[in-house]
């Protein structure tokens, strides 16, 4: 993930484990729950049998989850994100994975570190297939 001059923090994550810690551990920085926006597709299957996963389905409702079959362009956009990367997210949600944006405000990096250390890409460390 590429530190910019903008405030907002992009990561996408393949497994919803890893959006749970990730969130987690950005509320335990003392990142607010209005700063955290988590989008996922409506119907995820998600497991909640354990503590930590039922602990993290918990957390995601109070950090602004959103469940949408829609575009997300729009709202990235708004967030400062390029238009160009916003497609890209775009298209990451489109297929299947969930994305987290971070309104950091001068908190980038470590948001940026937090979200690399728990399984997040972006557009800059995309996996290549």
Not at 44 to 51: A, C, E, H, K, W
Not at 87 to 106: M, N, P, T, W
């Amino acid at each position: 993930m590429t530190t910019t001059g903008r405030s907002t923090v992009v990561g996408v994550f393949t497994e919803p484990g890893e959006v749970d810690v990730a969130i987690e551990e950005l509320q335990s920085a003392g990142f607010k729950n209005d700063q955290i926006k988590f989008i996922e597709h409506e119907g995820v299957q998600r497991n909640t049998s354990s503590p930590r996963n039922l602990i993290g389905a918990i957390q995601r409702v109070f950090s602004r989850k959103e469940t949408t079959g829609g575009s997300i362009v729009d709202d990235l956009v708004s967030m400062g994100v390029p238009e160009e990367e916003a497609r890209y997210y775009q298209s990451e949600f489109e297929a299947g994975r969930s994305i987290i944006a971070v309104q950091a405000d001068g908190r980038q990096e470590e948001a940026r570190e937090i979200l690399l250390t728990n399984g997040a890409s972006d557009i800059n460390t995309r996996p290549t297939t």
